[in-house]
């Protein structure tokens, strides 16, 4: 075998391999009906789906919602404004839990020694 015909197995193999993938799919859509704070209806591409979330959104019929579609799976289907509220209240959460020792800023308790994971800022 040639290097030329080895790098064209490659390629034809990856092109292959590539066009059996589906993307994630966005979309946007409406909601139609509040089923309760992490339950809605939701019209998006022609279709109406149920929809749970993770988070309490503050929602309303006929807010803009951003409809996920990992891998063109529907059961894997989520709300982007799921994610995006969830960072929110992991962010206001940490905010509480920031505090000092000396001149090291930390975010959690009071560590008792530095270590790799922790997030240190200098004053």
Known sequence: MTVDS???????????????????KTYIGTITKVLDDKEFVVNYDGNDRTIKTKCALPL????VAHVTVPRDNVRNIYLLEDVAYGIILKSEAMQDNIGSVGTKT???SEPTQKTENMIWIED
């Open 6 to 24: 080895i790098l064209k197995a490659i390629k034809t193999g990856i092109q292959e391999s590539l066009s059996q993938v589906k993307p994630d």
């Open 60 to 63: 309303a019929i006929g807010d």
């Open 106 to 108: 930390f975010i959690g």
